[in-house]
Structure formats: C-alpha cells, structure tokens
C-alpha cells in the first residue's frame, strides 16, 4: 500500500508535468499498474528515508526518517499482501518508471550534500514528494481503483501520507 | 452483616483513594489512524487495554507526560490509570491521531 501511495506521489509529480497530464487523463490506471505506482511510491520513500538515515545531522530529520522507514515499509509490506491474496501481479508502467528516474536524481542529488545543507534540502523533498503524492491519490489513483481493497489500502495510504506531510512541515520550518 | 460490609467499604473508599473498591477495564482501539473512543472516562485504579489494530506502530502518549504506552502493529496493551485528571495524548508517529481520557478519582 505504501508502495502504491509512492506510485500516488510518482503519478502526481507527472500529472504536474503538462505532457503526462493528457496521457494520464486519457488513460485510466488499471488496478495492476496502481499498485505498481504505489508500491515504487514507497520504495522511493523508503530509500530515501535510508540516505538520511546515514546522512542526517538533526534528530528531528533522523526521527522523521526513521518515521517514514517504518510507515512505508508496513504499507508495502500490507501492499504485496493484498496483490498475493488479489492475485494480481503489479504491472510497470511510464508513470513508475518516471518516478523511479526522479527519484534516483534525487538520490544522486541530495548524496552531494552534508550536514544541514542535507537535513533542509532531505526534508524539503518529503514535503513535496508526499505534496505529490497525496494529491496523485486524491485525483488519480483512489478514483482509478476499481477493487474495493486497493480502494480502501489507497485511502488509508492517504490518510497516513497527509500526516507524513504535516510532520515534514513541521521539522522543515523548525529547521529555519 | 450488610451493614457492616457497607462500612467497611466507606472505609476503604475513604482511608485509600489508591485502592478502588471495583476496578474496572476499559478497551481503547485505533485503528486506520482512529482512535475509539475518542473521549472515554475511567477512574483511578482502572485497567486500560489498548488495542492497535493497524499495521503501523502506533503509541499512546500523554500530553502531560502521564503515560507513555507504545504499541507494535497488530498488538495490544494494558496499562493501569494512576492519576486522576483530564488527559489528552495522541500518538507520536502519528499526531493527527488524538483523543482524550477523563480519570477520575
């Protein structure tokens, strides 16, 4: 589930960008490709939660992290559950793999950084990554799932996301 | 004999606040990032099962430091009341997750 909220986020960051916004209208995301979405969506929270593990210098922004580590690994943990039991196999798709390569610049971007430089600019990325991802769920992949259990793991994903953006607005404007 | 029972147990009331003559347990739940009750009263010397049912890590911790239960997914809790008052807590992975627990003497 968390890896769908992350598929969430990676579908909202390219529904911002005008090109995907018309292909995404056009295309539906079939529930196989939703819990794709989601499920990267976790992962590149969680790999990011590790980068700050090692990285960070404040124990609100490695509190936070160890937060995110622990959320988004149960909600892909309950994810690949509900595939298993649905029988169905995630499929990969263009919003995925568009996810996955912003993420990975992302990583790549935030490892040049140290000390505060990293724990503002780490935290700064949640905030609008969990932006973009809560509003992928609001407008695409709640409404896009047909089964009422990916319906239901998308809401609570939502539920548990808007939060993780709160507490990211927390510590970023502490860390002002 | 009654009678006598009902003095004794003034007595007991009276002599020791600390030890209810009834203790009573009172089950709080959350679950999808709820808690349930959200407003619920117990007394002094009551037992507290919390009860998570989600599959993240929730905790029940007190505002004013009363208490401090941690809860892994899917497992429950007890804990006894020991203070009265009015306390609020939430949880502190998740603190939209908010509720309040009434103790009275």
């Given amino acids: 589930m968390f890896i769908r909220w992350s598929a969430a986020v990676a579908a909202a960051i390219l529904l911002s960008s005008p090109a995907l916004q018309g292909a995404s209208a056009a295309d539906k995301p079939t529930d196989p490709q939703i819990a794709h979405i989601a499920y990267t969506a976790g992962v590149i929270d969680i790999n990011a939660a590790k980068q700050a593990q090692k990285k960070a210098k404040n124990k609100d922004v490695k509190a936070f992290a160890e937060d995110m580590l622990r959320d988004h690994e149960a909600v892909n943990k309950q994810a690949l559950a509900l595939v298993k039991k649905l029988n169905v196999t995630p499929e990969d798709n263009d919003t995925s793999k568009a996810l996955s390569k912003q993420a990975g610049d992302k990583l790549a971007e935030l490892d040049k950084l140290s000390g505060a430089a990293f724990d503002k600019a780490y935290v700064a990325n949640e905030v609008a990554y969990h932006k973009a991802v809560n509003s992928a769920l609001e407008t695409q992949l709640i409404p896009s799932a047909s089964n009422a259990e990916l319906k239901s793991l998308l809401q609570t994903g939502l539920k548990i996301f808007q939060g993780h953006q709160q507490h990211a607005e927390h510590v970023a404007a502490e860390l002002k | ?105």
Wanted: proline fraction near 7%; glycine fraction near 2%; include cysteine.
């Fill in chain 2, 1 to 105: 004999m009654p009678a006598r029972l009902a003095s004794i147990a003034l007595a007991v009331i009276f002599l020791s606040i600390s030890v209810p003559a009834r203790a009573a347990t009172i089950e709080i739940t959350m679950e999808n990032l709820v808690i349930a009750p959200a407003e619920v009263s117990a007394k002094v010397g009551d037992t507290i099962i919390w009860i998570n049912k989600d599959v993240f890590a929730h905790t029940a911790t007190a505002k004013n430091g009363d208490f401090d239960v941690t809860l892994p997914p899917k497992k429950s809790a007890t804990s006894v009341v020991k203070k009265a008052g009015t306390v609020e807590y939430y949880c502190r992975y998740h603190p939209n997750m908010k509720a309040t627990l009434k103790i009275e003497p």
